[in-house]
């Protein structure tokens, strides 16, 4: 059985990811995704263990304890974690699963599984990224100010990741992001099973 | 000035080479080729530094000495060789240059030059193979028997590749290629510059 891809689309906020990822999905539909377990009460329409996976703080706890987590993060006092055993399960099963994460997330998955192919989505430039930041809305100066400092020391990661999209347009994105799923489908490192069996035969 | 890719299309003979080369640099006509120096005679309608650098064997020597090939081959006593200077200048200009090629040559430009993406083309199987090779109908059975017996060696030299694109379909094959070639752009080894200027602003 040929093992899937673990594929991590990531990026500072602003970038695109949410547009993308779900374009790319889309696309894809034979592309896994993972549920997070997390510690926040469900939002309507929440469900259990299509949403997430809720869970106390102190089951999370123990989770973490335990080494259960692909990555974790603590976001407004609430704890989020992927559970890794499922995403291992699908890997061997030979599913490509595919993640769309926060940069340090995205560093975490990466130092647990450096098999995992990695995304870094870009913003075409910080004017754009500031226009975007605003277009939502949701922030006022003093945070937009904060939002876009991160974004710049974010954007300074980029050397841990394995490939960059610039995302000027999302559907020439998305293409990029396909393009880069099927390439490494085709990395020599990753058929040799295949390659050795017709070799025998 | 971002750098072009050097791309190399390689596979054993009735892999389907030519016919996913050609297919691929119809589809991306921004591909450029590369024109080798042969000491050969011109057939009927070929024309110097369109299909090939005609060459003496005094000159062709000259050439190799100086180091001034990319790769080079002998077949059926003439001498075929790849000049570097045009193909250095093309990816220095930006350009990406494409090559197909056999497994000696591939490999030789892989050690003359690692940065270059090296695409293995695998026949679906050895069935296959002995069928595109008998159809050709230019083979007595010897010359068949020993062509496939080196297609065998030839495809246990797959690990000196990036990539491995079996070749069950031409259209799928020639898809999968130029996905290669669009993920290669998207390495951030290939984009550390553009990077960099953008972090300055």
Chains 1, 2 share one sequence.
Do not use: W
Request: net charge neutral; glycine share 6%; with cysteine.
């Amino acid at each position: 059985m040929k093992k899937g891809l673990l594929i991590v689309l990531s990026g500072p906020s602003g970038a695109g990811k949410g547009t993308v990822y779900n374009a790319v999905t889309a696309c894809c539909p034979m592309l896994k995704k993972s549920i997070s377990v997390t510690t926040r009460k469900p939002r309507n329409g929440e469900q259990e263990g299509v949403h997430y996976y809720f869970r106390t703080v102190e089951e999370y706890r123990k989770m973490k304890a335990n080494g259960e987590f692909l990555e974790t993060a603590e976001v407004y006092k609430n704890f989020y974690g992927t559970p890794q055993a499922p995403v291992f399960r699908m890997l061997e099963e030979g599913n490509d699963v595919f993640f769309e994460i926060d940069i340090a997330g995205a560093k975490q998955i990466k130092q647990k599984y450096p098999e995992c192919v990695s995304v870094f989505l870009m913003p075409p430039s910080f004017a754009v990224l500031e226009q975007r930041l605003r277009g939502r809305g949701t922030e006022d100066e003093e945070s937009l100010a904060t939002r876009i400092g991160s974004a710049r020391s974010e954007l300074a990661q980029y050397a841990c990741f394995d490939y960059i999209v610039f995302n000027d347009d999302a559907q020439a994105a998305t293409k990029q992001v396909i393009e880069i799923i099927a390439a490494e489908r085709c990395k020599i490192s990753r058929n040799e099973q295949t390659i050795l069996k017709m070799l025998e035969k």
